[in-house]
């Protein structure tokens, strides 16, 4: 099996998608975490210089952190059972990518009132509908997930968006009008690998 090493910021942010596979498939990995204040010194090491990075074998460097996570999918069967699958995978995750897009403006406000009714504006405009097209999708798949008939990195990365530390903190009930992607949520949290992994990773604001 190859020897991972995960380096990124001591946050869940572009990485916990990552952390997340690495976890359920109960892969071995480093995970390695820096302080903003250690970036300059290893930057001009890193492709593209910025991170998530991950290392293979000490010796393969891999960037962005979509394509790491893609590629970790793949490796532990985590990405869909056919070329099909793979592709519908990958659309959900590009889904996921856009709804982080759409938080940015509620992470930049520090006003907490303002915080939270841009919150409230994003979750009127963008959460709530995606979320009523994907309680759709998952309605009609009849799996209990997204992809097919077993649990792939598109269930995961659904898994990750929806319980960040601002989406707990800002979110309350968003998902209650949307059931079975709720059960889906509470599915992946409880699987025992990445239950373990979530009851011992570094406890972060973001």
Known sequence: MPNYKLIYFNVRGRAELSRLILSCANVPFEDYRIEHSDWPAIKQDMPFKQIPV???????????????????????????????????????????????????????????????????????????????????????????????????????????????????????????SHPHLKKLIQHVGDIPTIKKYIETRPVTSR
């Open 54 to 176: 991950l290392q293979v074998d000490g010796v393969n460097l891999l960037a962005q952190s979509n394509t790491i996570a893609r590629y970790l999918a793949r490796q532990h069967q985590l990405a869909g059972q056919n070329e099909w699958e793979q592709s519908q995978a990958d659309m959900f995750i590009d889904c996921v990518y856009d709804l982080h897009a759409g938080m940015r403006p509620v992470a930049r406000e520090k006003d907490p009132e303002k915080q939270q009714e841009i919150f409230d504006k994003v979750n009127e405009e963008m959460i709530q509908p995606h979320a009523k097209k994907i309680e759709e999708i998952l309605i009609k798949n009849g799996s209990g997930f997204l992809v097919g008939n077993a649990l792939t990195w598109a269930d995961i990365a659904y898994y990750a968006y929806f319980t960040t530390p601002m989406m707990d903190h800002l979110g309350g009930q968003v998902l209650e």
